[in-house]
């Protein structure tokens, strides 16, 4: 996928060339007749997205152009892998490192395959990568892929002790520690947890991971772990359970920023919660109307028992928030509102600071991994406060359902922890070049940078 910039005699690199529209006519004025010929003959324009291959004298494959806009490098070249014979092939033109990583990371995004089920031929063709880039590009792919590969995986080969087993071997490789609770204690130290994933055959746990040095300032990342979301008793239609393998993408998420985080090494003392659980139909199912008790004492009376991201993240807050986390990071695919408002692409940050929402903003539009900064507007939490109970797990109104899932999740973090809220999708709809369709890691390159400069 990667490999050295410079060429041998007996490894010739094959040329990249990115051009912007406004860029191909002094590059056609510097080619040769016949280059010239072909791609004036061919009506390439260098748009955003297009690109041909251009033959040397003799009739071999030697220069790609690739149209892009300067301000979406990223998926520039993420088609090429698919389409390009195998070889090593090398960007040509003056670009900053900044530039040249956000190529090579499309590049790397259009080699993913999810073949576990139906094995096919991957995409043989490497780019050469400046030395000073290739380790942090491999370990971001890496991480990355590791993401889409857990939310495409059906919920039958990953349920709440196979996700687990995923979080002793990502410890276990980066001298990490993980710990699982289920049983009796989850039920008497988690109880949020364990009411949601009591009817599944298979046991929920709470699974944590931590790692680094307990001098080092702490963060904690909480990932929602429903490994399957049929609704329980209030439960989906066909149309609304076909995706929900996918509900486990907060938990995928949190694992794939760790990795990201314990592999470059920050200065930090990380701890990792996962609340692992199936939302399944049975006789001892939790029910509409039930008060269930949390880890703090809190009671949540339950509208309906399709809104149990937000019941087991509870649970996982409360203990981050006990062990002495001041940043708390939290992933989930909790609410469609979220998607009406903001579409597939774009999940909302939910944050305590606005500057930092915003900071966070713009480094994630610079990155091209999108997140969009929402209002933690309080006054909305009246609707989610019922007569009988502390909180209710759906409110007294179908809107804002994004921002008062926040606002429930915002009442089990302390003041003065800085807490911030994804509410992720962690699936791509339809295939794109370098985002196949099924599961997607979103808005990790933004966070694991942001995190870099608070704590390098």
């Known amino acids: ?37 072909w791609v004036r003959g061919r009506e390439f324009e260098a748009e955003p997205g297009s690109s041909i291959v251009v033959p040397d004298e003799a009739g071999n494959l030697s220069t790609v152009l690739v149209g892009f806009s300067a ?30 990583a956000l190529f090579a990371t499309g590049w790397a995004l259009g080699h993913y395959r999810f073949d576990r089920y139906k094995p096919g031929r991957r995409p043989a063709c490497r780019l050469g990568v400046p030395e000073q880039l290739r380790e942090r590009l491999e370990i971001t792919r890496d991480a990355l892929f590791r993401v889409r590969d857990l939310v495409n995986t059906p919920a039958a080969d990953l349920g709440p002790a196979e996700l687990a087993e995923v979080a ?23 109880p949020a947890i364990h009411a949601v994933g009591q009817a599944s055959s298979r046991a929920p746990r709470l699974i944590r991971l931590e790692w680094g040095d307990p001098a080092d300032p702490p963060l904690a990342l909480v990932g929602k772990g429903v490994i399957f979301d049929s609704g329980g008793l209030s439960i989906k239609p066909t149309s609304g359970m076909v995706l929900m393998k996918k509900d486990m993408g907060g938990a995928a998420h949190a694992l794939g920023l760790a990795e990201l985080v314990m592999r470059l090494k920050l200065p930090v003392h990380l701890r990792v919660y996962i609340p692992a659980v199936e939302n399944a139909i049975a006789g001892n199912a939790y029910r509409p109307s039930d008060i269930v008790t949390t880890r703090n004492g809190t009671t949540i009376e339950i509208g309906n028992t399709d809104a149990e991201g937000r019941v087991v993240l509870s649970d996982a807050l409360t203990l981050a928030a006990e062990e002495g986390a001041d940043r708390i990071i939290d992933f989930a695919t909790l609410t469609g509102a979220a998607r009406v408002a903001l579409g597939e692409d774009v999940p909302p ?18 990155l091209e991994d999108p997140l969009w900064h929402m209002p933690l507007y309080r006054p909305y939490k009246q609707q989610i406060e019922p007569k009988i109970a502390d909180l209710s797990n759906t409110g007294s109104t179908s809107q804002g359902g994004s921002l008062t899932a926040a606002l429930f999740l915002d009442h089990f973090v302390p003041d003065g922890v800085d807490w911030m809220h994804l509410d ?33």
Do not use: H
């Open 349 to 366: 940050l939910y944050s305590r600071s606005t500057e930092q929402a915003r900071t966070i903003q713009d480094l994630s539009l610079e």
């Open 168 to 190: 002793a071997e990502l410890a276990e490789r980066c001298e990490a520690a993980c710990t699982v609770v289920t049983g009796p204690e989850l039920e008497q130290e988690f």
């Open 424 to 456: 992720i999708y962690a699936w791509n709809l339809g295939d794109r070049p370098g985002r196949p369709a099924g599961g997607e890691a979103q808005c990790l390159r933004t966070m694991l940078e942001w995190l870099e400069g608070e704590y390098r």
């Open 1 to 37: 996928m990667f490999c050295a910039p410079e060429q041998s005699a007996d490894k010739p690199r094959r040329r990249i060339v990115p051009l912007q529209p406004s860029d191909l006519d002094a590059w056609l004025d510097s080619a040769s007749d016949a280059a010239r010929s």
């Open 71 to 100: 301000d979406e490098p990223t998926w520039a070249l993420s088609g090429l892998p698919a389409t390009l014979p195998a070889g090593d092939y090398a960007v040509s033109g003056d670009f900053s490192d900044r530039t040249l």
